[in-house]
């Protein structure tokens, strides 16, 4: 198996395992700690040599419209001191905006630390640079797309989780 695509949860995966079946899906948990540690079994178990971080995530930005797909090329964990800060960037490899995204522990939490934001627009979520440093480790390709669920401080029930899971799958479905 060469590409293997991650999702956090079953409910992000499900659009994609409908319209493609034959894509290799692995599901890696919520939050950084899970999704390391379930993309470096996956990565391993598959024999997996690129990977594609798939999921939703709430923009920061207005620039991004909810349902809009979106490649992210620069990721950081938000709140770590900056002399512990890493940026992880990468050029872009799709037609899909690019943007900046930071890795956070709880919603919301972009915003203590948007300050630090590039040029590109900003989305927050909670795998992407604990996923991007796992692959790297690894030596396995990386890419990292999202789909635009919500509006950081939205509540949950405003999240439009079902239309950003299967623009996300359409997406995939085409790469």
């Known amino acids: ?6 999702f956090p949860t079953q409910e992000e995966a499900q ?3 409908r319209l493609s079946p034959q894509s290799p ?12 540690a379930g993309a470096a079994r996956a990565i391993v178990e598959c024999g997996a040599q690129s990977v594609i971080l798939c999921g939703v995530a709430g923009a920061m930005s207005e620039q991004l419209l909810l349902g809009q797909v979106v490649e992210v090329v620069e990721d950081r964990v938000a709140g770590l001191p900056e002399r512990f800060s890493r940026v992880y960037s990468s050029e872009p490899q799709t037609n899909y905006q690019a943007v900046a995204s930071l890795t956070v522990s709880h919603t919301e939490d972009g915003y203590l ?3 630090t934001a590039p040029a ?6 909670m795998e992407g640079a604990a996923v991007c440093a ?4 690894l030596g396995v390709e990386f890419l990292h797309l999202r789909a635009i669920s919500n509006r950081v401080g939205d509540p949950f029930p405003k999240w439009e989780l079902s239309r950003a899971c299967e623009a996300l799958a359409e997406a995939l ?3």
């Open 25 to 36: 899906c692995r599901i890696i948990g919520v939050g950084m700690a899970q999704a390391a």
């Open 134 to 137: 796992v692959a790297e480790q």
């Open 15 to 17: 659009a994609l395992q």
């Open 173 to 175: 479905s085409k790469l």
């Open 113 to 115: 630390y948007s300050d």
């Open 1 to 6: 198996m060469q590409r293997l695509f991650l």
């Open 120 to 125: 590109y627009p900003l989305i927050e979520q």
